[in-house]
């Protein structure tokens, strides 16, 4: 019989543009976070009971309506604190109701996190611990999540299959996204399986080899 992990996830696409909300869980403890809820809040909720599961904390990634227009009112129905982004997002989350009334959530509401994150912090989640990563680029307080022992990292919008997130917004920065990926992301390892904000799952391993954006051909094609 093979051993239980220590972490198991489930992913919950929300909002009009199928971001990838997902919740977490230590399999000792059944502690669980919930990552980037932009929406979903019933959906989250029935995942969570239908797991066993108690919920410590709410994580953000970015302070994108799609990742962050939920975190208000999940807060106020679970009473957990909200870790994340790193502080340069405040202009994304204070901005949270008039980008939600655009596209359509007009739930979406700003919050104030009870710890704004930076580079080389930690996150618990019962007895699990993962790294936090500072990854601007796609916006200037992106953050990342990884649990080493998983070799398994979320990463919201820096990197996806095939892809990259964009860097025309307000704050973005092509050249800071690039260098997030190759400098912080890829040495992780090439095993590294990692969640993005949209779509499937990937490999930090096979981006480096194919991505057109940020792979060894795609930089140095470049040089």
Request: glycine share 12%; hydrophobic share 40%.
């Amino acid at each position: 019989m093979s051993a239980t992990p220590p972490m198991k996830a489930v992913i919950i696409p929300v909002t009009p543009f199928q971001q990838n909300c997902s919740i977490i869980w230590c399999t000792k403890t059944l502690r669980a976070a919930v990552i980037d809820p932009g929406g979903g809040v019933e959906e989250i909720r029935k995942a969570v009971a239908q797991n066993g599961l108690t919920v410590e904390r709410i994580l953000v990634t970015h302070g994108h309506v799609d990742h962050a227009a939920a975190v208000a009112d999940l807060k106020d129905l679970l009473k957990v604190p909200v870790e994340g982004p790193a502080i340069e997002d405040n202009y994304w989350i204070i901005a949270l109701r008039e980008h939600g009334a655009g596209y359509g959530m007009p739930y979406s509401r700003p919050f104030t996190p009870d710890r704004w994150l930076v580079d080389g912090d930690t996150v618990t989640v019962g007895d699990l611990t993962l790294q936090v990563l500072h990854c601007p680029g796609h916006t200037p307080g992106h953050v990342v999540f990884f649990h080493e022992p998983s070799r398994f990292a979320i990463v919201g919008d820096v990197i996806f299959e095939g892809s990259i997130g964009r860097t025309d917004f307000p704050g973005g920065n092509l050249e800071d996204l690039v260098r997030s990926c190759r400098e912080k992301l890829f040495p992780l390892g090439d095993d590294i399986t990692f969640l993005p904000g949209h779509g499937g799952l990937s490999t930090f391993g096979r981006e480096r080899q194919s991505n057109p954006y940020v792979g060894d051909r795609a930089v140095a094609g470049k040089r």
